[in-house]
């Protein structure tokens, strides 16, 4: 089944204790992103990725890293969680890229992961 | 920034009723999408309709584009319990996204459907 997988689903923590977000799609997608969904706000993009070793910032960076060493996989970091970094956070994967004749950006969406930062 | 604007945000109706939703844009876009979120859940992608289009339709959805008024509206027929969900329109514009490939979401119409 083709899809978009996050690990964890749930997970509560403490600032400053640094932590990881996966990310894993199966398509093949050259396209990747992470979004995080606050109530008022919607969805804001944290990080893209073109293709394997090829990320940058979007609208939301400060306080995340992301890697893209594998095509499959695009995990998110946080170095030293805050408050502020409380959110729902989801994954998407875009086949092709912006400049190929594949692209229509239609993003296939993960889970989620439900982040508490006390 | 979110440029595509839901209305109305909260929607009522009885089973078997239409549910029309509209999303104002404010620049000039290549496409536009529907999606769909269950409470909490990852978004789902319903329709895509290119600026070149004016009406597409898939299923019980019916979605329309008008890039004058820089509107679209989301008709779902016959409505079911299980349409009960929040929609999101989301644009991917010329300006805004550039290179980055980024969608820019409405702040979406959340739809219950009353069996």
Not at chain 1, 56 to 70: A, F, L, N
Not at chain 2, 3 to 16: F, M, N, T
Not at chain 2, 20 to 37: A, F, G, P
Request: proline letters at 5%.
């Amino acid at each position: 089944e083709a899809q978009v997988t996050q690990n964890p689903r749930y997970l509560i923590t403490v600032t400053g204790k640094k932590l990881t977000v996966t990310c894993s799609q199966n398509m093949n997608h050259e396209y990747m992103s992470w979004y995080r969904q606050d109530p008022g706000l919607g969805l804001r993009q944290i990080y893209y990725s073109m293709n394997v070793e090829v990320t940058d910032k979007g609208d939301v960076p400060e306080g995340y890293k992301v890697s893209r060493k594998e095509k499959r996989n695009f995990p998110l970091i946080l170095e030293s969680p805050s408050p502020n970094q409380t959110s729902l956070y989801f994954c998407a994967s875009t086949r092709g890229g912006p400049q190929g004749p594949l692209w229509n950006n239609e993003q296939f969406f993960g889970p989620g992961t439900r982040l508490t930062v006390l | 920034s979110q440029q595509g604007e839901e209305d109305p945000q909260a929607l009522s109706i009885q089973e078997g009723e239409n549910a029309t939703m509209n999303c104002s844009y404010k620049t000039s876009i290549n496409n536009l999408q529907w999606y769909r979120q269950n409470s909490g859940r990852g978004l789902v992608h319903l329709i895509l309709i290119r600026s070149n289009e004016r009406e597409k339709h898939s299923g019980r959805l019916r979605v329309t584009l008008d890039t004058s008024k820089k509107s679209s509206s989301l008709l779902i027929t016959a409505s079911r319990a299980a349409d009960t969900a929040s929609y999101f329109c989301a644009t991917d514009n010329t300006h805004g996204s550039g290179n980055t490939g980024k969608l820019i979401f409405g702040q979406g119409t959340t739809l219950q459907v009353k069996p």
